[in-house]
């Protein structure tokens, strides 16, 4: 049975950092692509980052590029999402996902495997 399952999630004051892990048990993803969503209250779930198989391509929305830094370690089956200047705004529950298919998808739906979700709170 595939379970993803993030933690690192937490409060933080704005200017803070967090770092987010994703676990993965129960197959090998090293050929998916990985993402990282958000979904705020009363708002669709959001694309944040994408990396491809390897880890040598990523891909960013607008929104976190320079603060946002997504990685992975496929020996451990592990995705990161390092996040640094938090603002308020990037409050949610933060999901991990893998994907068969291409990296640069930001569409929820080329995604096939989905963790549970961990809470990020930004105080201002």
């Known amino acids: 049975q595939v379970q993803l399952v993030e933690s690192g999630g937490g409060l933080v004051q704005a200017g803070g950092s967090l770092r987010l892990s994703c676990a993965a048990s129960?197959?090998?993803?090293?050929?998916?692509?990985s993402g990282w969503f958000r979904q705020a209250p009363g708002k669709e779930r959001e694309f944040v980052a994408s990396i491809n198989w390897s880890g040598g391509s990523t891909f960013y929305a607008d929104s976190v590029t320079g603060r946002f830094t997504i990685s992975r370690d496929n020996a451990k089956n592990t995705v990161y999402l390092q996040m640094n200047s938090l603002k308020p705004e990037d409050t949610a529950v933060y999901y991990c996902?893998?994907?068969?298919?291409?990296?640069?998808?930001?569409?929820?739906?080329?995604?096939?495997?989905w963790g549970q979700g961990t809470q990020v709170t930004v105080s201002s």
């Open positions: 996902a893998f994907s068969p298919l291409t990296y640069r998808t930001t569409s929820p739906r080329a995604y096939a495997y």
């Open positions: 129960g197959r090998t993803f090293s050929t998916y692509a």
